[in-house]
């Protein structure tokens, strides 16, 4: 960072009335803005709050700045692409860029789900890979396949398609009376009396992939167009699926001619210290869905990965020269998103981010930091999985999430960010982190929990 940004910024208190215009979203907007935290500069591992201070960002962002910030490879192509091209309409029309980024993106996908579609979040992209899921169904003759199947606790953004597949009642709650008709949940795959601190995937839990045998079975396989889940559910608190559980949906889908989508949009591109999480279980899906680190999140991406024969299926199934897919967004392909895309999959390769993780053995040394926290005050559970980490804390008696808020709070005024959702402190920091990293993360919340009652 330089040293510009912050000495512009360094001590400068924002006014409550400059706040007032903005609905902030997933906020608590009153009690935000009576004590805001403004961040104003990002390098490397590190925002800069209003204040001058330095934060460790112990949450890459929100799950996706995986090469950590301020990227100076970014920040040239994205600079060049607007001097050069501002916009080009994706329909009916191309651009190179657009192209590039799809081609490389490929190269990164698991086995043959090799064909991109380009939109501008995770929101988006679960909604085109559930229509995706239902045109493939309808090209092959097998229209009657309209059922979605989701999970509970599932995070699939915050579109109608993804708030109905998902299953976090707060999503969910107000906008009950219209969501997507035809949806049936598998029970979360969460159990602490079987579960807790386990290290890394839990040994308990496998046979809940069993449920969507019964589903099967009320439904009829006839009627199920596709199981949409997070490999490892994020947004929930950090669920990690036991062992042989992605293994087992897999062969029930497949049993039954059920499409299997991949919600990577926090595990794609390296968290786990493999491009995709499907390559870290070794479970194929047939469609993808990612966002985020896409492009370091330089730039609002979403990409949809699908398997070479949903996508002949599809666009073989509509007579020559029609549109085979009435489907896609103004900004599918933006130029300036792509370009940030070529250019942070570029960095990635050229680092070797996607794979670090595991590689150099930080997955490691951030579990066994991370379960050092077993005996720090209020501590339920702990779960990890590549670089990703959960502490789950006790609630305090009617107060669900109050704690692990003030321990939130509390972090970034000690110089870390994390993550509060419920009452579980989540954890992804950018894949450059260093091992002194990690030891700070972990010793902040120590002095944290400590801290709070
Ligand atoms: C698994 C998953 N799917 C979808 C989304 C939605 O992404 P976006 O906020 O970009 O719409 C998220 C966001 O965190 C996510 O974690």
């Known amino acids: 960072m330089d040293d510009d940004t912050a000495s512009n910024t360094r001590g400068v208190a924002p006014d409550p ?54 990227r100076e490879e970014i920040t040239r192509a994205m600079e060049q692409q607007l001097r050069e091209m501002d916009y080009a309409p994706p329909f ?26 380009l939109v501008n979040s995770g929101s988006e992209a ?8 239902l045109a493939y169904h309808r090209a092959r003759g097998d229209g009657t396949r309209t059922l979605l199947v989701g999970r509970e606790r599932g995070y699939h953004g915050v579109g109608f398609g993804g708030i109905s597949v998902g299953g976090i009642p707060a999503n969910r709650k107000v906008f009950h ?45 006839s009627n199920i167009a596709a199981v949409i889940v997070e490999p490892l559910a994020g947004s929930t608190g950090v669920l990690v699926p036991p062992r042989g559980y992605l293994e087992r949906l897999r062969s029930i889908c497949t049993r039954h001619g059920i499409l299997l989508i991949f919600d990577e949009v926090i595990t794609g591109f390296g968290r786990l210290g493999t491009p995709f999480a499907a390559q870290y279980f070794n479970v194929l899906p047939d469609i993808i869905t990612s966002a985020k680190a896409v492009n370091n999140a330089a730039a ?4 949809v990965f699908v398997r070479e024969g949903i996508h002949e299926t599809v666009t073989g199934g509509a007579p020559e020269g029609s549109i ?41 040394y951030w579990e066994n930091a991370l379960h050092d926290l077993r005996d720090a005050p209020h501590v339920k559970d702990i779960r990890n999985l590549g670089l990703i980490g959960a502490v789950e804390l006790l609630s305090r008696p009617g107060q669900p999430a109050r704690r692990a808020y003030d321990v939130f709070v509390k972090c970034f005024e000690l110089g870390v960010l994390v993550r509060q959702t419920g009452d579980t402190i989540a954890l992804s920091p950018p894949l450059i982190l260093e091992r002194g990293h ?13 801290s709070v009652p």
């Open 324 to 364: 085979e897919l009435f489907h896609g967004y103004t900004y599918s392909g933006h130029p300036l998103c792509s370009a940030a895309t070529v250019a942070a999959q570029q960095l990635y390769a050229r680092d070797g981010l996607l794979t670090r993780v595991r590689r150099e053995g930080l997955d490691a």
């Open 17 to 70: 009335q400059q706040l007032d215009a903005l609905w902030m979203p997933f906020t608590a907007n009153r009690q935000f803005k009576a004590a805001p935290r403004l961040l104003v500069g990002a390098k490397d591992m590190h925002y800069r709050s209003h204040d001058g201070r330095l934060i460790l960002d112990g949450i890459a962002g929100l799950w996706c700045v995986n090469a950590g910030h301020g």
């Open 438 to 450: 990690v030891d700070q993360i972990v010793d902040t919340l120590r002095q944290a929990l400590r």
């Open 300 to 303: 609002p991406m979403g990409a």
């Open 177 to 221: 009376g219209n969501l997507l008709p035809n949806v049936a949940h598998l029970p979360h795959t969460h159990d602490l009396a079987h579960q807790a601190f386990s290290r890394g995937q839990p040994a308990w839990g496998a046979h809940l992939a069993d449920a969507l045998e019964h589903l099967v079975q009320q439904h009829d396989a």
């Open 92 to 117: 009916q029309m191309g651009h190179p860029v657009q192209f590039e980024a799809a081609r490389l993106l490929a190269a990164v996908a698991p086995d043959d789900l090799t064909k991109v579609f």
């Open 126 to 133: 679960v909604d085109t890979a559930l229509k995706i899921a």
